[in-house]
C-alpha cells in the first residue's frame, strides 16, 4: 500500500534538473525528503507531537517549580502537597512523551529511508548505459551508501530535536520573559552571538564534510578497482601502487575528517563557555532583584531552571544546524542521480512479424565528444541467418550491439534500425531487449546459485525447465559435480566457476530466455581450446532457429556462418561467405592468411 503511493521526487527531481546548476536549496532538499517521510507520517506524526508535548512538559515543570517554591516559602503545606503530586503526573507523562518522540521518529525514518533507497536503486537501474558507463560504480556506491546513511542519520538524530528544542526555547523564552524581562534580556545577550558563530561554522564544516564525503567515494572507487580488478593488480605488480593511491585518499579523507572534528572540538568548548555565562550573569543580577524586593526566591529557582533548559537548545542548534548542512551535502550527491534522464520508459512494442530480424537503414553514430564510429551503415540480416561481424580493434563492432540494445538511442538524421521491420526509436527499451539474448566474452554472473543465475530473466521458469537449458548449453555434466549440485554458489561474479562453465551457464541463460535474436560478442576468445570446443557445442544448439550476429577476432571460429562482414573505421568493408572472400583476395583473406601463419610460427616455437 505504501509503495503504491510515490513520493512526488521525480516531480520535484526534474524541476531540479531544469534548473540546471542552481544551488540545491535547504528548502527544496527538505521538500525532498518530506515527500517519502509523507508515506509514513503517522508515526512521524506521533514523533513530532510527542517532541512538542515533552517540550510543553518542561516548561510547565519550571512553572510547578515556581509555584512549588513559593507556597513553600510562604507556609502553604496543603498546596503544597498538591503541586508535588502534579510535578510527579507531569515527570510521569514527560517519559512516554520523550520515548514516542524518538520512537515515532525512527520508525518513520526508518521506513522512509529504506523508500528513498528503493527509489534511488529503481532509479539507478533505469538509467540509461551511457551515464552508467561515464560513472565509476564505486563512487555511485558511495552515494548509494554513505551519502543516505548521513540522511538516516539526521533523521533519526536530528528531525524531532528540530520540533522540540526550538520550541523548548521559545516556551522557555517567553515564560522568562513573564518572570522578568529584563533579566532574561541580559541573560541571553550572549545568545545571538554564539548562533551566529555556530552557523558560520556549519557553513565551513559543510564544506569540509563534502570533501571528506567526495574523498570516501574516491577510495570505493579505488577499493573497487583494487577488489574487482585483483587478478590484474597482481599480475602487473599493480597492488603497491593502487595501496599508495588508497593510503593518499585515505590520508586524505582522515585529514578532513580531522579537520572536521578539530573546528567542532574548538566550537563546542567556546559555546558552552558562551553558554555558561548568562547564568553566571542570572544568579548575579537575579540576587540583587531578590534583595531589592523586585523578584521572588521561587521565582528566581523556575528562572535558573529554565534558563537552563533554555540553554539546552543553544547547545544542541549549532550542532543540528552542522548536521543539516551536512545532510543537504549528502542530499547534493544523491540528487545528482537522480536528476538524471531515465530511460524512456514507455514506447511502442515490437511484435514478432515476418519482416527481417534486425535492419540497419543509414546508420552513422558517434560518442558523445568524440569522432564518428558508424558511418552510414546499411545491411539487413535475413531470419535464422548468422552473420559474423570480424574486423580490426575499434572498428564499431560493439557499438553495433549496443545501439541494436537501444542503450543510445538514435537521432532522426542518424538513421533508423529496425527490428522485425519496427523501428527500434521510441520503442519500449524492455520490450525490444525481450526479443535479445546476449552473451559477451566474459559473461557475468551475479551472486547466488547456478539455477539462479541460468533463470535470472525467466524467474518462473521450473527447475525441470533450468536443468533442460543446461543440459542444451552442455553445462549439466559439470554442474552435476559441483558440491551442491544447481544450488552451489557460484561466488563472486561466478569466481568460483571457469571461465568455459560461466559461459555455458550464460548459453544456458540465453536458451532459456529463448528470444529470437542472438547477439554473441566474441563468447569463446577468452576460453583455452578445450573449454572452447564444449562452449562452440552450445553455441551451435543455442544459434539454432535464432537470428544470430556474432562478433569474433578469430576468423578461424566463424567460417560457418552464412556471411562474414568485415567492419572498418565504421563501414561494411566486405561482405560474403568464408569461401567468396577468401577468392576476393581482401582484407578478410589478408587476415585468415595471417591469422594461420601466427598460429604455425606460435607452434613451432612452441615445439622447437
Ligand atoms: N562508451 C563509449 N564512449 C566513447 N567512446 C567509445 C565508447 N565505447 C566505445 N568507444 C569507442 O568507439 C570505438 C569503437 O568501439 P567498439 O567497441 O564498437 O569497437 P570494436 O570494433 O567492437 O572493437 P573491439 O574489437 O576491440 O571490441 C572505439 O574507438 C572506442 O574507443
Redesign the pocket.
Known amino acids: 500500500m505504501e509503495a503504491e503511493r510515490r513520493p512526488h521526487a521525480l516531480k520535484g527531481d526534474n524541476t531540479v534538473a531544469q534548473k540546471g546548476n542552481q544551488v540545491f536549496a535547504l528548502w527544496t532538499a527538505f521538500r525532498w525528503l518530506l515527500s517519502f517521510v509523507n508515506n509514513h507520517r503517522g508515526w512521524m506524526i506521533v514523533g513530532i507531537a510527542s517532541a512538542m508535548a515533552a517540550a510543553v512538559i518542561e516548561v510547565w515543570t519550571g512553572s510547578l517549580i515556581e509555584q512549588l517554591t513559593t507556597h513553600a516559602e510562604s507556609g502553604a503545606g496543603a498546596i503544597v502537597t498538591k503541586i508535588l503530586y502534579t510535578v510527579f503526573f507531569v515527570i510521569l507523562i514527560g517519559v512516554p512523551a520523550k520515548f514516542f518522540m524518538v520512537y515515532g521518529v525512527e520508525r518513520s525514518s526508518a521506513f522512509a529511508v529504506r523508500d528513498i533507497r528503493n527509489h534511488v536503486m529503481s532509479h539507478v537501474g533505469k538509467l540509461p548505459i ?1 551515464y552508467i ?2 560513472q565509476h560504480s564505486g563512487d555511485v556506491l558511495s552515494r548509494l551508501s554513505n551519502d543516505i546513511q548521513l540522511i538516516h542519520q539526521f533523521m533519526i538524530r536530528d528531525l524531532a530535536q528540530w520540533f522540540y528544542h526550538p520550541l523548548l526555547f521559545i516556551g522557555c523564552f517567553i515564560y522568562l520573559i513573564w518572570i522578568q524581562w529584563e533579566l532574561m534580556l541580559y541573560s541571553l545577550l550572549l545568545f545571538p552571538l554564539s548562533l551566529l558563530v555556530s552557523q558560520w561554522i556549519g557553513k565551513q564544516l559543510q564544506q569540509l564534510t563534502e570533501e571528506a564525503q567526495a574523498n570516501m567515494g574516491r577510495m570505493n572507487v579505488n577499493l573497487q578497482d583494487t577488489l574487482g580488478g585483483m587478478p590484474i593488480v597482481k599480475s602487473y605488480l599493480l597492488s603497491g601502487m593502487m595501496f599508495r593511491s588508497y593510503q593518499r585518499l585515505l590520508q586524505l579523507t582522515a585529514q578532513k575528517k580531522l579537520a572536521v572534528k578539530k573546528r567542532e572540538a574548538w566550537v563546542n568548548p567556546l559555546l558552552s563557555t558562551l553558554m555558561l555565562s548568562p547564568i553566571i550573569f542570572a544568579v548575579s543580577y537575579g540576587s540583587y532583584l531578590i534583595s531589592k524586593g523586585l523578584l521572588g526566591t521561587g521565582e528566581l529557582i523556575a528562572f535558573l531552571y529554565l534558563l537552563n533548559l533554555c540553554l539546552e537548545p543553544l547547545d544542541h542548534i549549532p550542532e543540528m544546524i552542522t548536521h543539516t548542512f551536512e545532510m543537504t551535502g549528502a542530499l547534493k550527491r544523491v540528487s545528482a542521480i537522480l536528476e538524471q534522464p531515465v530511460e524512456n520508459q514507455e514506447g511502442h512494442s515490437i511484435p514478432l512479424t515476418s519482416a527481417p530480424p534486425i535492419a540497419f537503414d543509414n546508420v552513422s553514430f558517434a ?4 569522432p564518428p ?1 558508424l558511418r552510414n551503415l546499411i545491411f539487413t540480416v535475413p531470419e535464422g541467418a548468422t552473420i559474423a561481424l570480424v ?10 550491439f ?1 545501439l541494436l540494445c537501444g542503450f543510445y538511442p538514435l537521432a532522426a538524421e542518424q538513421g533508423t534500425i529496425k527490428v522485425f521491420g519496427q523501428s527500434i526509436n521510441g520503442c519500449n527499451p524492455d520490450r525490444l531487449r525481450s526479443h535479445l539474448s546476449v552473451v559477451t566474452q566474459d559473461s557475468y554472473l551475479f551472486s547466488g546459485t547456478v539455477a539462479e543465475n541460468i533463470s535470472y530473466g525467466w524467474e518462473h521458469a521450473s527447475m525441470d525447465e533450468v536443468i533442460e537449458a543446461a543440459k542444451a548449453a552442455h553445462a549439466h555434466p559439470f554442474i552435476m559435480e559441483l558440491p551442491e549440485g544447481y544450488q552451489t554458489h557460484v561466488g563472486e561474479r561466478g569466481g568460483f566457476l571457469s571461465g568455459g562453465q560461466r559461459q555455458r551457464i550464460a548459453i544456458a541463460r540465453a536458451l532459456l530466455k529463448n528470444a529470437p535474436i542472438l547477439l554473441l ?2 563468447p569463446t576468445s577468452a576460453l583455452d581450446p578445450e573449454s572452447e570446443g564444449s562452449v562452440q557445442e552450445a553455441l551451435t544448439v543455442l544459434m539454432k532457429q535464432r537470428t544470430t550476429i556474432v ?1 569474433a ?1 578469430r576468423l578461424s571460429t566463424v567460417q560457418n556462418a552464412d556471411e562474414i562482414w568485415v ?1 572498418e573505421q ?1 563501414e561494411i568493408v566486405e561482405a560474403g561467405s568464408h569461401a567468396e572472400l577468401l577468392e576476393k583476395k581482401g582484407l578478410y583473406a589478408q587476415s585468415y592468411y595471417q591469422e594461420f601463419t601466427d598460429l604455425a610460427k606460435r607452434k613451432e616455437a612452441v615445439y622447437t
Open positions: 551511457h558507463e561515464k560518442y558523445e565528444g568524440s564510429i574486423g580490426a580493434s575499434g572498428g564499431g563492432k560493439s557499438t553495433v549496443k560478442d566474441e562478433i577476432h567492419m565504421g
